[in-house]
């Protein structure tokens, strides 16, 4: 038995031994090594539904190794299924079961991961069925369920596998059958070769399949990613471990990215060895995608990381390999699977995420020695490595275009008439929707007709092309004129060269129009991917004889040509949509040499202004850096003195593409430019623009923000300022470095809060970072310093989408010399001019006085102004000559540009006449206007390969159709623009409209993999429509102010408005099928599944509402239907990746609809054709004085039995009364009164005082009341319905001055509608009540009690104690004391004591509807809701009042925060600390209005919120705070001798016997003037004269002495004279001067008024005020005046470093010898014998070093002594000099002209010396 038990041990170990010296099998040279494989893509939503769509592919790989390194490979057997439908997953079946109730509630939870858990499931085959008896047409769509997406005869069936029948993959079969040969090397796949003629699409799938074999078994030999340093050899790695886990760097079909090694042995067989590797795609050195657009746009970065990728993906691999453990570089692989996601995140995680699964998977079915060898690929052609390459659409097409190339004549012929009758019925089909109405299927066929375009052959398009298009005088069928638009709009579209050559013959046979032309070029420019021959073709077009005959076409060519360099040359930023550079370095070097000499050659050829500012915008688009130099010497060089400002700007914004290629070289050019003091705002806010287009360091932004620290300029100074704090508070993705950058640099900045009428840089924006999208409007402005109207102006549109930001649009304008009429006809009413034909009427006026013979007698105005002109001569500061122009951007490339007729423009300023008169006759008959087109918003791709081998691609495409007929009557009696109406005023203007616009947009985005054979994906499929329907007549009767406007209703209805989006997953095949001609012709079957998203929520949203059914006739209504993103979540923002979204906004006839609508307006005047000539003259002055304005509004919807009227009467009124102080001081308590009599005003007499109190105690009522009567609704109501509305509203009727004030506000507001307007029935009563708080007044007290009794302090309570001891009262009663009346102490003062910090407002109803009720307790619970930390709340045991609310808002002095305290029936609420500076509101209209649609709102609103105050309107108050306090721009000259400008600037300057300018209209119209003087040095009585309005009004003190004066009103007040002759005006009576001082009906010029020692002189039609009170002077003027301005109250331009501008515009440093240039020299002001010095250069005459003589000036003038008298007095001063050599001609031009006027011209000049100069200052005869 042992020996049994022996035997039986040696035979099993001789059989382990055996089993043991077995080889292991291996990849060996000489065996055939088959496997099996299959890969399947999925796409879908999983999140929203589980619906899927995708593709399956199987074949068996054969590898034959002819060495151990050579390998062949072939496919065999290959099949390809399409797959679409719907997964069941297990959860669905278990809830099914659980199912107790017809109402299923299913959690989130139970649907999460069904897809990805199903649907990577291979094992089973969910693919069972086969799709039969089915068209190639037919679309799988949804029915009403989406669990059945279709019903068959048999069962309802989830999905489905269709394969792909054998015809249609012949071709396929054929590439993939082919051999490949690689070399594999431990591993590693290198070395592919292939046939030349299989295309590359093959040879990526079989790279694919390579890829599952590429194993790194040894990381030593590859790029080793875990080494602890650089110079440490890596021991981490011991390939005899039995688990090895390692980094490296390695290539494969996706790119050459990190990947993570993870080997270890199989425990269980032996010699297997498990490897699972897993890719890092956010590290990778190179990475295989390929993009293109018709846009720019970029992938920004945040915060100095790389741009997030917008397709993110992620692989991982198991293999299992048979090891030979002799011979670690033997193996064997025996299966592999791949696993990958790529997914595609638009928004946020909260649902909406686009997933395409791939799995492929390699077994081993067979090895053995090879029995047939496979043949080699012959002829062969090296293809690389693993990396997958891209095939473009060119080489597509080429491959498409050689078969065309291959084939005989008849069959091209067959082919082409194909091709052309599908393009022709295309385009027909679109041509007569254009007619009819706009639908999706239109922008679908647009879209499908440019990509038959595209895929034309040369031939074949240019044959199509020419045959379609003709000149359009043969068209006269509309028809096939909008055919042949369409067809052109295609063709700009197409964006290939072929295309370009197209236009260029269409161009040159004169087929097309210059505007078909200009529009051609510019939409192939942005379409076309630029090559060199293309850009050369549009050089061609450039200088062809079209190009050159039409400025229009010019100018379109050079801007393309500009354009499409750009897209030739420039290089690609990272995730950037642009183009490449060429392969060839020295090739694109070339290029750009040449290019940059064309564009060089435009500019110095160009015979015009406007052809040199085409040439320098088409230098901006291309942004050559070659150009740079050309640019600089126009900006900084030699010309740039010569060059106008104008094209110097253009210069400097045409660098804007290159800033950030040559930042540093840009920064050098610029940096001087915009940190010249001398340079004009323009140039250095321009040079400011491209220096932040460069995005510069922070050292930079520090560098600019320290300048502003230094800066003269207030337009610069806040431009940058602004811009700045812009950028900081920017939230787009792109600018979050400079945002933190920004940030900083503002700490170093100068705050500028010039206000609105200064240069700034604002934007408004929109972030949403949960849907990851954005949009931000940046409007720039630059303003003008003559008027407060802006120079230039631009508004720029970004967009963040989909990770990439893009500056989509961009428009501006800049005019010059424009300003007088913009300012005439929008600014103050400065010429009675209320319009354009007021304008114009006046100018014909002016210009039919000026030719006439008329004259008349010379007044003393006149005469005397002549005087002053000539002794002191102003020059006139006139506007430059009119310029400007418009443009267009799109994506950053100017596409247009429209340049202002310089003589048209000019002859409109002076004239008032326009060279359109053809035009206004062609109105008088009809215009008919008919507009159509046809473009592409949005085109762009992106690509990434998958592990297949498939590409990936992410691609949006667009279309939009726009059309628009009008027929447009317009009648003006008299006309517009004739000649002959010198005198006549408009009396009426008949307009009738019909016409018919309608927009449809649509947007098809789709993440879809192709195979070449089938295409699937996920799509979304988004349709926007809106039409305007626009038909009616308006008649303005001007003269009787009557006015007329019909509006014609629908007849049927109409959809105003869509919007609807649908996301599904489809599938489409491409199918070859001969036709009966044995022509091979394409057919493509497409089928879908809606994606109806139940999985998050299993209904959607739904909301109807609609209105006017009853009551207009006509019905509106609103229906939306939306998927949320989160479950049970309803009213969140909708997301167009969850469900189909659709927005209906309709319009349809309702009940008894009306045919049309009458609207009447008219303004009512009471006849006075009964009174007699006395009672007229009554009744219109107390007319005037209420200023009473009476209107009707009559509303009549005809039909024949059931009319809806509806009648408006307006009135409103004025009228002044007096407060009734003792009534309101009852409620308030008695230590706080003011206003009684021994409360005096500080710093003014009793006498004042008690005249100033009886005129300021006056309010001013204004009443508008509103009645509104309508017929009753019918079906509705049985009577009238009325409404009454009354509004008062009591302030001031004088603003406010004094300290001792307590006025009020008041607004009462009374509504009665119901059956009458009696009250009885529904009525609501507002009062509310501004008036000051209790702690204002207690501050107040405070700070008179310490200025009454400064030194009893320590005697007082403590509540009247203040810690600053000098508050701002008390410096203004000091100021007030010295006779200082408006210090800046007393503004601040004046302007927080008639602050009114306090609102009462009490509301009364009665009977209010239902719906009143709800959505006021609504409003109520939102407050609460938003409010909830700072609220308290009192509801119990509360018994107010019933129906009554009361409600008291409180703000703080600095006015930042508010208390709110409320009383309602049933509560008691106060809410504390509500923020009113910068005011956040948020308001959710779905729960206020109880509606399910998302109409969230949360802004912050840009201006603080103002409570009212005594001193200035409300209106005042905003437009002051916008314009920091210059609303009403004033100079005062005060009693010590201090002036202050109109731009705020102070400067001590006494005035003596000699009338000085105060302020004068330096304009060429001379409207005013003001002098002053000081007859007496040893006081301070001043006389001021005012010319006005033809008239010179003279104001000074009454001389007589005190005990010669009565006790009369008119002792020791004003003495006026008007003309010479004195006037008395009694205290507070307007006194009105007339144009004819005899007729009280004729126009009025000015106003009079004395108020206590204040006379004040009015002119609202100039909009000039002059005050004095005989020692001070004050002038306020309108912003009209802005830069036209001179005198002692400076030029009124902005800025402070050019106040001290003299006559001449010469700009003086001192104060002093400002003051003495605007003193009018006069014999009557200075002693016999003197005389008084005037200002002019001091001039030297010498030998400079090279003995030669020169004449030198001094910079700046001075006082001189005129001939004949010599120096009294005088003064040393430092001054520059400019000197020039003698002989000059120039020179001697200089020494004749300084002798009679400053030569402002000196200032600007370079100094060449200093010297020691006296000021002569008084003068007396030798």
Not at 35 to 43: A, N, T, V
Not at 1100 to 1110: A, C, I, L
Not at 1115 to 1125: G, I, N
């Given at each position: ?542 200088k062809s004889p079209r190009s050159q005959s039409s400025r229009q076409v010019r100018q379109a060519a050079w801007l393309s040509l500009g354009t499409m360099v750009h897209g030739l040359l420039s290089e690609r930023r990272e995730g950037q949509l642009e183009k490449h550079l060429p392969e060839n370095k ?471 408005f869509v919007w609807r989006s649908e996301p599904f997953v489809f599938t489409e095949e491409t199918r070859s099928r001969l036709n009966a001609d044995g022509v091979e012709r394409e057919d493509k079957v497409f089928k879908k599944l809606s994606i109806q998203g139940k999985k998050t929520q299993k209904w ?34 909708f997301h167009p990746l969850t469900g189909p979204t659709e927005l209906r906004l309709s319009c349809k006839p309702g009940l008894h609809v009306p045919w049309e609508i009458d609207l009447e307006l008219q303004q009512t005047e009471d006849t006075v054709r009964h009174l007699s000539p006395m009672e007229r ?646």
């Open positions: 038995m042992n020996r049994v038990l022996l035997l039986l041990l040696g035979l099993c170990l001789a059989q382990a031994n055996i089993r043991q010296d077995r080889p292991v099998p291996v990849y060996d040279q000489g065996k055939d090594y088959v496997y099996r494989y299959e890969g399947d893509i999925k796409s879908g939503i999983p999140q929203t539904s589980d619906r899927f769509s995708g593709m399956k592919i199987q074949a068996d790989v054969r590898l034959q190794f002819h060495t151990d390194q050579d390998v062949l490979m072939r496919l065999e057997k290959i099949s390809l299924k399409t797959l679409l439908g719907e997964l069941d997953s297990p959860e669905e079946k278990k809830m099914q079961m659980m199912k107790t109730s017809s109402e299923e509630v299913v959690p989130d939870q139970m649907y999460k991961d069904a897809f990805m858990q199903d649907h990577l499931d291979m094992a089973k085959d969910w693919w069972m069925k086969w799709w039969q008896n089915k068209e190639s047409s037919e679309e799988i769509q949804d029915t009403d369920s989406e669990e059945t997406p279709w019903k068959s005869d048999k069962n309802s069936e989830k999905s489905f596998s269709q394969e792909v029948p054998e015809q249609d993959m012949r071709e396929f079969r054929k590439h993939l059958e082919k051999v490949i040969r690689f070399r594999y090397e431990e591993g590693d796949v290198k070395d592919i070769e292939a046939r030349k003629d299989e295309p590359q699409w093959s040879v990526n799938f079989k790279r694919g399949i390579l890829h599952l074999i590429k194993l790194t078994m040894d990381p030593r030999k590859s790029e080793l990613l875990d080494r602890d340093d650089d110079v440490t050899p890596n021991t981490s790695y011991n390939k005899f471990a039995n688990e090895r886990i390692y980094r490296v760097m390695e290539d494969d079909v996706t790119g050459r990215c990190e990947t993570l090694y993870n080997i270890r042995d199989n425990q269980v067989q032996k010699n297997i060895r498990e490897i699972i590797k897993t890719k890092d795609y956010r590290n990778c050195e190179e990475r295989s995608e390929h993009a293109q657009a018709i846009q720019s746009g970029f992938m920004p970065d945040e915060q100095g990381d790389k741009p997030k990728e917008l397709l993110e993906s992620s692989v991982q691999t198991r293999a299992y390999v048979i090891m030979d453990k002799n011979s670690h570089d033997k193996f064997m692989v025996k299966s592999v699977e791949s696993r990958g996601q790529h997914v595609f995140q638009p928004y946020s995680d909260k649902g909406g995420e686009v997933i395409t699964f791939a799995k492929q998977s390699l077994k081993l079915l067979e090895s053995a020695d090879w029995t047939e060898q496979l043949s080699e690929p012959e002829p062969s052609e090296r293809k690389g490595g693993l990396m997958f390459v891209f095939d473009t659409r060119e080489q597509n097409r080429d491959l498409t275009w050689n078969r065309y190339m291959r084939m005989s004549d008849a069959q091209k012929h067959d082919v082409t008439q194909m091709r052309t009758e599908k393009i022709q019925a295309l385009c027909q089909d679109i041509a007569v929707d254009l007619n009819d109405g706009i639908s999706g299927e239109s922008t679908r066929k647009f879209m499908e007709l440019v990509e038959e375009l595209r895929n034309l052959h040369q031939d074949q398009l240019e044959t199509i092309i020419m045959e379609e298009i003709t000149s359009p005088e043969e068209h006269t069928d509309w028809r096939h004129k909008n055919a042949r638009k369409v067809l052109l709009d295609a063709v700009s579209l197409v964006g290939k060269k072929e295309a370009l050559k197209v236009i260029q013959q269409l161009m040159e046979d004169d087929k097309v129009t210059d505007d078909e032309c200009a529009q051609m070029l510019t939409g192939i420019s942005l379409s076309i991917q630029p090559c060199p021959e293309s850009v050369k073709n549009m050089l061609e077009i450039v020295e090739t694109a070097m070339e290029l750009r040499r040449l290019y940059s000499q064309e564009l060089m050659t435009c500019m110095e050829d160009a015979q015009s202004d406007e052809e040199k500012l085409m040439c320098l915008k088409a230098m901006g688009n291309a942004g050559l850096e070659d150009t740079v130099d050309r640019l600089q010497e126009l900006i900084t060089g030699k010309e740039s003195d010569t060059t106008p400002l104008e094209f110097r700007v253009e210069a400097i914004r045409a660098l804007w593409r290159v800033a950030e290629k040559l930042p540093h070289k840009i920064l050098n050019i610029l940096f001087p430019v915009f940190n010249n003091p001398e340079r004009d705002p323009e140039e250095r806010t321009a040079a400011f623009d491209v220096v932040m287009a460069s995005n510069p360091p922070l050292s930079v932004l520090e560098m600019i923000a320290q300048s502003t620290q230094r800066e003269t300029s207030n337009q610069v100074g806040q431009y940058v300022y602004t811009c700045l704090k812009k950028l900081s508070e920017s939230e787009l993705p792109k600018d979050m470095r400079m945002k933190t950058d920004c940030k900083i640099a503002l700490r170093l900045a100068k705050p500028f809060n010039k206000g609105i009428q200064y240069s700034q840089s604002r934007r408004f924006q929109a972030m949403d970072r949960d849907m990851q999208m954005g949009a931000a409007l940046d409007i720039n402005t630059v303003a003008d310093k003559s008027s407060v109207w802006p120079r230039f102006a631009s508004a720029k549109l970004g967009l963040h989408a989909m990770g990439y930001h893009m500056d989509v649009f961009e428009t501006g304008v800049r005019v010059e010399g424009l300003q007088a009429m913009i300012d005439s006809l929008l600014g103050k009413d400065m010429d009675e001019k209320k319009g354009i034909f007021d304008y114009l009427k006046k100018k014909s006026q002016q210009r039919h006085h000026a030719d006439g013979s008329w004259n008349s007698r010379k007044s003393l105005h006149d005469i005397e102004m002549e005087k002053i002109q000539q002794k002191l001569p102003v020059e006139t500061r006139r506007h430059s000559e009119p310029r400007g122009h418009m443009y267009m951007k799109w994506f950053g490339n100017e596409i247009r540009f429209d340049q202002l007729n310089k003589d048209d423009m000019q002859q409109l300023i002076d004239q008032g006449r326009w060279p359109i008169t053809d035009k206004e006759e062609e109105l008088r008959h009809g215009m008919d206007t008919h507009v159509t087109k046809a473009t592409k918003l949005v085109e762009a791709s992106r690509q990434i390969p998958t592990q297949l081998g498939l590409p990936i691609t992410l691609e949006m495409n667009s279309a939009l159709l726009m059309t628009s007929d009008v027929n447009t009557k317009l009648k003006v009696t008299p006309g517009i623009f004739r000649e002959d109406r010198h005198n006549q005023k408009v009396k009426g203007v008949d307009c009738e409209v019909k016409g018919q616009q309608e927009i449809a947009l649509q947007l098809v985005g789709k993440m879809s993999v192709d195979c070449h054979v089938i295409q699937s994906g996920v799509a979304l499929n988004a349709m926007m429509n809106t039409q305007f329907p626009l038909s009616g007549k308006m008649s303005l009767d001007l003269e009787n102010k009557k006015h007329k406007m019909t509006i014609e209703t629908p007849e049927k209805e109409r959809e105003l959607p949203n739904m909301f109807h509402t609609s209105y006017g059914r009853e009551e207009l006739g006509i019905e509106f209504a609103l229906d939306t239907r939306m998927v949320s993103r989160m479950n049970n979540e309803q009213t969140s923002p003259l009554v009744f219109t002055e107390e007319k005037e004085r209420r200023n009473e304005k009476p209107m009707e509004i009559y509303v009549l919807a005809k039909h024949s039995q059931h009319p809806r009227t509806m009648k408006i009467k307006l009135n409103t009124y004025e009228e002044v009364t007096q407060e009734d102080i003792d009534s309101e001081d009852a409620r308030i308590p008695g230590r706080f009164r003011h206003g009684k009599a021994k409360d005096m005003e500080p710093g003014v007499s009793m006498e004042t005082d008690d005249k100033m109190k009886q005129w300021l105690n006056q309010i001013l009522r204004r009443t508008i009341a509103i009645q509104l009567e309508r017929s009753p609704v019918p079906n509705k109501e049985s009577q009238d319905f009325k409404m009454c509305v009354t509004t008062e509203l009591e302030y001031p009727a004088v603003p406010e001055w004094r300290l001792l004030q307590d006025r009020r506000v008041k607004t009462n507001i009374d509504v009665k509608w119901g059956r009458d307007c009696s009250g009885n029935d529904k009525r609501i009563k507002i009062t509310a009540k501004w008036q000051k708080s209790d702690e204002q007044r207690h501050q107040e007290k405070m700070e008179e009690l310490q200025e009454q009794h400064p030194s009893s302090q320590e005697d007082t309570s403590e509540e009247f104690i203040r810690k600053d001891k000098t508050t701002i009262y008390s410096a203004c009663v000091q100021d007030r004391l010295q006779g200082l009346m408006e210090t800046p102490a007393c503004r601040k003062a004046v302007e927080q004591r008639s602050l009114l910090q306090q609102m009462d407002i009490d509301v009364e109803y009665h009977n209010i509807p239902t719906w009143m009720k709800e959505m006021s307790s609504a409003l109520k619970q939102y407050v609460y809701h938003i409010f909830f930390d700072r609220l308290t709340v009192e509801d119990i045991d509360v018994h107010n009042d019933d129906n009554k609310m009361r409600m008291r808002c409180t703000i703080d002095r600095d006015q930042k925060e508010m208390n709110v305290t409320m009383v309602t029936p049933e509560e008691n609420i106060k809410i504390n600390r509500i923020s009113i500076e910068k005011p956040k509101i948020r308001l959710d209209f779905s729960k206020i209005l109880k509606t399910r649609l998302p109409m969230k709102t949360d802004w912050s609103v840009a201006f603080p919120m103002r409570f009212p105050s005594t001193k200035m309107t409300m209106r005042e108050q905003y437009m002051d705070m916008m314009m920091n306090d210059k609303f009403i721009p004033h100079c005062k000259y005060q009693p010590n001798d201090r002036i202050r400008t109109f731009d705020g600037v102070e400067f001590p300057y006494q005035v003596g016997p000699c009338d000085h300018i105060l302020a004068k209209d330096a304009s060429p119209e001379h409207r005013f003037m003001v002098l002053i003087n000081k007859p007496d040095m040893e006081n301070n009585k001043k006389i001021v004269k005012v010319f006005l309005e033809g008239k010179k009004i003279e104001m000074s003190m009454n001389n007589k002495q005190q005990s010669q004066q009565s006790s009369d009103e008119e002792d020791n007040q004003m003495q006026i004279t008007i003309d010479g002759r004195q006037v008395s005006l009694p205290h507070l009576i307007v006194h009105k001067i007339y144009k004819d001082e005899e007729d009280a009906g004729s126009p009025m010029m000015f106003t009079m008024q004395r108020i206590g020692k204040k006379v004040k002189v009015e002119c609202d039609r100039l909009g000039v005020t002059v005050e004095t009170d005989g020692h001070s002077a004050d002038v306020k003027i309108s912003n009209a005046y802005r830069g036209k301005m001179a005198g002692l109250c400076g030029n009124f331009d902005g800025e402070h470093h050019s106040e001290y501008e003299g006559p001449s515009r010469e700009v003086y440093s001192s104060p002093f010898d400002f003051g003495l240039s605007y003193r009018i020299p006069s014999q009557e002001c200075h002693e016999q014998g003197k005389s008084l010095s005037v200002m002019r250069n001091v001039r030297i005459t010498q030998l400079n070093e090279f003995n030669k003589k020169e004449t030198c000036f001094s910079k700046m003038p001075v006082a001189q002594c005129p001939e004949g008298f010599m120096v009294s007095r005088s003064e040393t001063r430092h001054l520059e000099f400019h000197c020039l050599p003698s002989e000059l001609d120039i020179t001697k031009k200089y020494t004749e002209l300084h002798k009679t006027k400053p030569l402002d011209m000196m200032a600007t000049k370079r100094t060449d010396r200093i010297e020691e100069v006296e000021a002569e200052l008084e003068c007396e005869m030798e």
